[in-house]
């Protein structure tokens, strides 16, 4: 019999007009590890965190979340499971501050009303300073300080990843999914960000899967790895295995000729 | 400059951050309860519809100017709350006191249908569907005159609390001005809260937004609810203020009057709202005063009001798209900041990020 799985994928497909940008994907994530998805430009790494996410329909197969089918939920009911996400290209509110995005990131944990927020007595004010709270720890950690009441639009593009990065940690998931955390860093922010990764991990208990390019933080930080190619599974095992791979590296290099 | 030590989280989100600021409310507060001793009682009737008016701009605030959502419909909320408290207080005999609720709540279920098109449309298209729907209220109201009394309009008494009437137009103004107080404050906590944070994501991003557990279509159309149940209750305040409405007080005019007053008082601003009231109020006054000292040709013609909107709504949108708020933030930060200011300190910055969608 098979242990109850934390999250798997099974025979993902979906269809964008003539391009068929997945197809029968299935992939498992271990719970407690950090999971890369590495291909190709256009291989669908993406598309499959949007499939999870819901930002895309699939047009077949089912995303399983400890044991909860979760490819049939609402776009908004998938982070109140606990996965939460990140966006590749910075996806925050421009005209909040660093503080305000952060919050919404708490939104799920919201269990005030309507009522109670109109008056913000009491329960709305109780949870208001709970929030407050623990987005502070996740500015400490992030090492957002300076950033706290600045507007988006203010700050600095590797400071913004951060910032969506803490929005998603805000949501406190037990699955995170990170959409090419590294493009647009510069070394010393990507190392940074390794370490983080790593802390995620070791010290909030959080399984990542991320789709990334940078091969040297996926080598250094990742303990499995899938490869895609046109929408399809290449390889899976240890990311030193996986780059090892002929058809991972036929993909990525072409044919010996 | 001014630092302030922020020593709980309350700090971040109170309402009066400095100890000055709360005085100058206070003051502020002192200065509109005795307006009624030094003004006279056409300036009264002209604060009052400023206090009207800045009930209708907050809750189109919310909608437009937090939420993102257009809406050319608001008039039409503004008469269904105006209508509802007339007939309830007129036909049916209702207390003013069930009435003025009951025109907020009706106008705020006229509103979810309203906002029913704000799901699937966006921008102008929204902009279009609202209009027309405030064109079939119009027409309703004026079709339907055995309940509205059509173009002959209804007459509409004061309200009486107890055995006080505010038959006067002092006692009306601090109604509206208490009223005025309370939808503010409800306001101001619904934006420091996760309902009004909530809005602001939608209007920034609609992806990110339903990623972080909003649910698009809930949020939206409760935007459009607490928009029309403020303008419900500014409809209700108008009529018994007015002591008549017919379908001339609710045209697409309006409509538009009320747009203008949000974005000359600062579009996503609370006192912004107020501002932008003060100044449509105003605007008719000076320009029927103006109207002698200019040349014939311009003084004369017919539609100077409405010009004079779309002028005033372009020199906002194109030198000071943050409005009278924007420029009264400028103003504050220029002297708080003495000698320290510099002229690019409000220059916009470009951006380059975000290309897909």
Avoid at chain 2, 122 to 130: F, H, P, Q, R
Avoid at chain 2, 162 to 189: C, P, Q, R
Wanted: some cysteine; glycine content about 10%.
């Amino acid at each position: 019999m098979r242990e109850r799985q934390f999250f798997s994928v099974q025979n993902l497909s979906i269809r964008f007009g003539g391009i068929q940008a997945l197809k029968d994907v299935s992939l498992e994530v271990k719970p407690g590890s950090i999971h890369a998805l590495i291909g190709p430009n256009g291989a669908g790494k993406t598309t499959i965190l949007n499939c999870i996410s819901r930002v895309y329909k699939a047009d077949g197969g089912t995303v399983v979340f400890k044991g909860e089918d979760v490819s049939r939920l609402k776009p908004h009911q998938v982070v109140s499971r606990g996965i939460s996400r990140t966006f590749q290209n910075i996806e925050l509110f421009s005209n909040m501050t660093v503080m305000d995005n952060i919050l919404l990131g708490r939104h799920s944990k919201r269990q005030t009303s309507l009522l109670n927020d109109a008056l913000f007595w009491g329960k709305s004010q109780r949870q208001e300073m709970q929030f407050r709270e623990r987005v502070e720890e996740i500015i400490d950690f992030l090492d957002l300080q300076a950033y706290r009441n600045l507007p988006i639009s203010r700050i600095p593009y590797g400071v913004q990843k951060n910032v969506e990065l803490a929005r998603a940690l805000a949501a406190e998931p037990d699955l995170l999914l990170l959409d090419e955390p590294s493009s647009g860093l510069n070394v010393e922010e990507t190392q940074d960000l390794a370490f983080w990764i790593e802390d995620i991990k070791e010290d909030f208990g959080i399984t990542i899967l991320l789709v990334e390019h940078d091969m040297r933080l996926v080598m250094d930080v990742c303990d499995a790895a899938t490869a895609f190619n046109y929408g399809s599974v290449l390889a899976y095992g240890t990311p030193a295995d996986v780059v090892k791979d002929p058809e991972v590296v036929k993909a990525y290099l072409g044919e010996e000729g | 400059m001014r630092f302030i030590k922020r020593t709980t989280y309350m700090h971040d989100i109170q309402l009066f951050r400095y100890r000055s600021t709360l005085v100058w409310y206070l003051l502020l507060g002192v200065v509109v309860l005795a307006a009624p001793l030094s003004m006279g009682a056409y300036g009264m009737s002209l604060l009052t519809l400023v206090g009207i008016y800045a009930i209708v701009a907050l809750g189109l605030n919310l909608l437009t100017g937090f939420t993102g959502q257009i809406s050319l419909g608001h008039a039409a909320l503004f008469a269904v709350g105006a209508y509802t408290s007339a007939i309830l207080t007129g036909t049916h005999g209702v207390s003013f006191w069930l009435a003025l609720p009951a025109a907020g709540i009706l106008a705020a279920i006229v509103g979810i249908f309203i906002g029913l098109p704000a799901l699937r449309l966006k921008g102008l298209y929204l902009a279009i569907a609202t209009m027309g729907l405030g064109f079939i209220v119009e027409e309703i109201i004026v079709h339907w005159s055995s309940m509205t009394g059509g173009v002959n309009g209804l007459a509409v008494s004061r309200p009486v609390l107890g055995a006080f009437e505010f038959s006067s137009d002092d006692s009306f103004y601090y109604l509206v001005v208490s009223i005025l107080f309370i939808m503010t404050v409800i306001m101001k906590n619904l934006l420091r809260t996760p309902t009004g944070r909530a809005f602001v994501a939608i209007r920034d991003s609609d992806v990110a937004a339903s990623s972080m557990g909003i649910n698009l279509a809930a949020y939206k159309t409760i935007a459009f609810c607490i928009s029309a149940f403020y303008a419900g209750i500014a409809g209700s305040l108008f009529a018994h203020f007015m002591y008549f409405i017919g379908p001339e007080n609710f045209t697409f005019l309006i409509s538009i009057s009320f747009l203008v007053m949000i974005v000359v008082g600062g579009v996503g601003s609370v006192h912004g709202a107020v501002f932008g009231a003060i100044f449509i109020t105003l605007l008719p006054e000076f320009i029927s005063f103006t109207r002698g000292y200019l040349p014939e040709v311009i003084g004369k013609q017919v539609g100077l009001q409405e010009a004079t909107y779309g002028l005033v709504l372009i020199l906002f949108l194109r030198f000071e798209p943050m409005g009278l708020y924007g420029r009264w933030l400028k103003i504050k930060f220029y002297f708080e900041h003495f000698p320290f200011y510099k002229k690019d300190t409000f220059k916009r910055e470009r951006k380059f990020y975000r290309t897909e969608h």
